[in-house]
């Protein structure tokens, strides 16, 4: 383990966790980064010594890959859970956030380590970890010469597995630079219509069909495969397809407004829709098939924990003076697990007492342990991390409503459970993943959980700030005449005071206080600033799940939907307050009901029906490339002979899959910048989207949607071409 392994680890885990939290609150879905970690940090340390420096070891290129897995997991959970904060009517408190992000993933690793033998080594050949076990031959493949003659192999020259090292690694790099670039030039400088669009008239009044034309949605879709991508398309299609003409159709002759709505049906469009009852609507499905999910995987479930118990206090009698079989002392992992939930127990922001602290120890160690067996039979990528936080949950909140404690206050504090709990099952499966790759290369796992606990806080500590600036550049302030008029309170009863931050701060820079309104009578629930003659003023709308995705002035924001923490907030609020528009959550339940009946498995669907249909069906598009790209090359002759497990695995590892993953890393990354920076940027953006609007048929025009499907071909025919092996 060396100083330059450990930076570089923790930087590439940095850049991969921004990524992952970006596309865990756009969709709901990450994807593993192990590998392109692995690649990079082999390419770096390679250029290191052709500039003069010391070449890299398989150890050091390990203790790397090891640091830089864990801004993923991190970000899954805090995607995953802490949004639903803001659903609830709460703030995203940057002290809230970061606890829950380092508690979390630290607790994840300590309470993984005292089974690091039973399920690494005694287990070895009954645990694959598939993904570990591909991340190693990675590692392996561009072995050093000192790690090849350490392991006794003759040199011969530069192997050939080294050169095609250094060559995927290019393939990520050259994605990344291919994601970036097209990102800028279409968000930033307005190059060309980023989410074309077409709304239908009769007989589908209402309906629209559109694609958020981005390489990073575009890469996903190509990473998960056709199976979940158009089945989550097909979700999107019966939302904006079926049930947004449906009720467009029942709708427009009504003269009064049907709650939970806010205007009449006939002035909607089809996102005012979606925004009063479609969300509803597939919430109500997402939450349903994350259920039914739940109980399908509970057999494997209780096999994985009762395995994991089984054996983790036994070990391995293995002699631990050998390099390979040194774990952090078990005193310290004590300790540190009885530290972690004495700070839990007194943090404020997390709302937390006693009985919640045991809870997440409780849940804590029994989800690691399942979170770590089932990574090792299924791996991270498949691994139902949001089932065992939604167990979490449900558990929490109904031992919480036998006790009596109900209500707004008990909100944070069953989701800070929830949430720790969520982020230490995501790192104990990446861990066990880890020292899997490390056991095959012959790493020490000491080193390696050092290296995973450093990674670890480095990343909550980033994404904690990066996760509160998504949402406040997104943020807009609505007239509160706009959507609540008349609207007023008891201001003496305000203690709380804010300003307009961003760029409507310059319109109005008076002070006001706060009012978190917990119901939607008068106007919608949520954050109001008042005057002190307690008139609403401003309307709070968040940039995570927010439904205004325009300012006062016309300027237009990007909102994230983050369908898995909607879900985490609707099992909170509806078992503590049962204070839900129940009829539309029921229709979403029926659906997923309706289709497991069928034989589909309802989650990717249902996320499908809850997203807009502008972000799956490009997902759709990367899964449909996938598919073609596979097809023609299983008809290779390498490829005769073998089972779809081992076709599956090959299409897994394959340069389509590196450059869809430098997609995703290009297009997510400057997606944040852009966000970030829009706030500061606003008369740059404002003179661009002035003259694309006058001058550039590509953004405005009557041809803009179709022309603006031009260079997202490009990048589309350039993965297709990556991806075509040749025959051998």
């Not at 990344?176 to 219509?193: D, E, M, Q, R």
């Not at 949950?393 to 109900?406: D, E, N, Q």
């Not at 990717?604 to 997902?619: D, E, K, Q, W």
């Amino acid at each position: 383990m060396t100083f330059r392994a450990l930076f570089l680890g923790t930087i590439l885990g940095m850049v991969f966790g921004a990524s992952s939290l970006y596309l865990v609150l756009k969709v709901g879905l990450t994807v593993s980064a192990s590998i392109p970690v692995a690649v990079i940090a082999v390419t770096f340390f390679g250029l290191a010594k052709k500039l003069g420096g010391k070449d890299s070891s398989i150890l050091e290129n390990s203790i790397a890959q090891t640091a830089g897995s864990a801004g993923e997991s991190i970000a899954f959970g805090l995607g995953v859970t802490m949004p639903a904060i803001l659903i609830l009517g709460f703030d995203l408190e940057i002290s809230r956030v970061m606890l829950v992000g380092v508690l979390g993933g630290l607790l994840g690793i300590l309470m993984m380590i005292p089974m690091r033998r039973t399920m690494i080594v005694d287990q070895h050949r009954e645990l694959k970890f598939p993904e570990g076990t591909a991340c190693a031959e990675v590692l392996k493949a561009a072995a050093s010469d000192s790690s090849r003659l350490a392991a006794g192999e003759a040199l011969q020259g530069e192997s050939g597995a080294a050169n095609d090292a250094r060559r995927r690694a290019r393939l990520i790099f050259g994605g990344f630079a291919v994601g970036l670039l097209y990102k800028a030039f279409n968000v930033s400088l307005k190059g060309w219509k980023d989410a074309p669009e077409v709304v239908l008239g009769a007989p589908l009044k209402g309906g629209s069909i559109g694609a958020e034309v981005s390489p990073e949605l575009l890469g996903v879709g190509y990473i998960i495969g056709p199976r979940i991508a158009l089945t989550m398309a097909a979700g999107g299609v019966l939302s904006y397809l079926l049930l947004i003409p449906m009720i467009k159709f029942f709708g427009d002759p009504l003269s009064a407004v049907l709650a939970p709505g806010t205007m009449l049906i006939s002035e909607m469009g089809p996102n005012d829709v979606r925004g009063a009852y479609i969300l509803y609507i597939g919430a109500g499905a997402v939450a349903a098939g994350g259920i039914i999910a739940l109980l399908r995987a509970m057999p494997m479930i209780w096999r994985s924990l009762a395995g994991g118990l089984a054996g983790a206090g036994k070990g391995s009698k293995a002699d631990t003076t050998r390099r390979t079989e040194r774990d952090i002392p078990m005193k310290w992992v004590v300790l540190g697990c009885l530290a972690i939930i004495a700070v839990i127990t007194v943090s404020t922001p997390l709302h937390m007492n006693l009985l919640g602290a045991l809870l997440i120890l409780v849940f804590g160690f029994l989800f690691a342990t399942v979170s770590s067996r089932l990574t090792g039979e299924i791996g991270s990528s498949s691994n139902p991390t949001s089932g065992m936080a939604v167990a979490t949950l449900l558990l929490t909140c109904l031992i919480f409503l036998a006790v009596g404690w109900t209500g707004g206050q008990y909100y944070v504090t069953a989701l800070s459970v929830g949430a720790i709990v969520c982020i230490a099952s995501a790192n104990a499966g990446t861990v066990s993943q880890d020292l899997k790759t490390g056991f095959l290369v012959g790493s020490t796992p000491r080193l390696q959980q050092y290296a995973m606990l450093v990674g670890s806080l480095a990343s909550a500590l980033l994404l904690g700030p990066i996760l509160l600036q998504l949402n406040n550049a997104s943020t807009v302030y609505v007239p509160a005449a706009q959507v609540a008029p008349g609207l007023t309170t008891d201001a003496a009863r305000l203690t709380a005071t804010a300003r307009l931050e961003g760029p409507q701060a310059a319109s109005d820079s008076a002070t006001y206080k706060v009012w978190q309104k917990p119901d939607a009578q008068g106007g919608p629930e949520g954050k109001y600033l008042v005057a002190p003659d307690g008139k609403a003023v401003w309307f709070v709308d968040p940039g995570i799940n927010g439904t205004h995705a325009k300012r006062p002035d016309g300027s237009e924001v990007r909102k994230y939907d983050a369908p898995k923490a909607v879900l985490v907030s609707y099992i909170i609020k509806g078992i503590l307050d049962q204070e839900l528009p129940w009829t539309l959550v029921m229709l979403g339940v029926m659906i997923a009901i309706v289709l497991e009946m069928a034989g589909v498995q309802s989650l990717s669907f249902a996320v499908g029906v809850y997203l807009p249909l502008s972000a799956t069906l490009p997902i759709a598009v990367g899964g449909t490339l996938r598919w073609l790209a596979d097809r023609r090359n299983h008809k290779l002759p390498q490829y005769a002979g073998k089972d779809e497990e081992a076709r599956q695995a090959a299409g897994d590892r394959s340069e389509g899959v590196l450059l869809a993953s430098g997609y995703i890393a290009g297009g997510a990354l400057a997606g944040i910048v852009i966000a970030i920076t829009a706030g500061v940027m606003t008369n740059f953006d404002a003179a661009v989207t002035q003259w694309a609007e006058q001058s550039n048929p590509f953004f405005s025009g009557p041809s803009a949607d179709l022309l603006s499907l031009l260079p997202y071909a490009v990048i589309m025919a350039l993965l297709l071409w990556v991806a075509r092996e040749e025959a051998n």
